[in-house]
């Protein structure tokens, strides 16, 4: 989720949103060379996209707190998948 946050989102995390987007459509975390032009142009088309979304949306809500939605999602992450342990090999 990157609408209404306090501070805003950056253009860097729209980016990383972007890249995570089209990493999951195209199937590949890092494309062939025939397809690198194809998949960076889509990187920067969502990009483009998104800014334009959230900067059109609008909202009565008051702005999240980053570092409160952080902690509720390690929460639900936590009870989802139990505590992490770290094990030695």
Request: glycine residues 4%.
């Amino acid at each position: 989720m990157l609408h209404n946050f306090e501070p805003p989102v950056s253009d860097d995390e729209i980016e990383a949103a972007a890249l995570q987007y089209v990493r999951k459509v195209s199937g590949t975390t890092r494309p062939s060379a025939a397809n690198e032009e194809a998949f960076g142009e889509a990187v920067r088309a969502v990009t483009a996209a998104t800014r334009t979304l959230l900067d059109s949306l609008v909202t009565k809500a008051p702005p999240r707190d980053r570092e409160a939605e952080a902690a509720k999602a390690k929460a639900r992450a936590a009870e989802r998948y139990g505590p992490r342990t770290i094990t030695s090999g």
